[in-house]
């Protein structure tokens, strides 16, 4: 039952994120009506992956709650967290300066011009890290290793 769960997951991920996003898509091309009237339904495709993950949970009998458990769990020291945070920032900042040292003008921050933005970007991810991390990568981890796993999930 475990690959046929994981399979479930994968197009419950798709086909939930694909029917609440592709509207904003289409109307970003003029193919239908004005986009702002899907942008809210875009937003909500970004919680396809989690509300995916639900779904393939129940049906496997792990229980929602197992699903967001681990949520709450720090499996290594602060630091480590904030260097995962960090680096993506100061990678940009250095390519940014490089690229300025070559004549251009890049500006080397851009923060938010709305603390809100802040909060929609790590509850986005939430969305998606539940249901792809938690979900899938751990189920396919089991059967096929971290790397075979990481690299399904990577290429999804």
């Known amino acids: 039952m475990g690959g046929s769960v994981t399979a479930l997951y994968f197009v419950l991920a798709f086909g939930i994120t694909w ?8 109307a970003s091309t003029g193919i239908v009506a004005p986009r702002g009237l899907y942008d809210a339904l875009a937003a909500l495709g970004t919680f396809g992956p989690m509300l995916a993950a639900m779904v393939a949970a129940r049906v496997e009998g792990s229980g929602i709650r197992a699903l967001f458990r681990p949520l709450g769990l720090w499996r290594v020291d602060a630091r480590w967290y904030l260097a995962a945070l960090a ?12 690229y300025n040292l070559a004549g251009h003008a890049e500006p080397l921050l851009y923060p938010p011009d709305r603390p809100a933005k802040i909060l929609g970007a790590a509850v986005f991810a939430i969305g998606e890290e539940v249901g792809w991390r938690g979900f899938a990568l751990t189920r396919l981890r089991q059967r096929r290793g971290a790397l075979a796993a990481s690299a399904i999930v990577g290429v999804a």
């Open 87 to 98: 680096t993506p920032a100061a990678t940009f900042v250095i390519a940014a300066s490089a």
């Open 19 to 26: 029917a609440l996003q592709l509207p904003a898509i289409l």
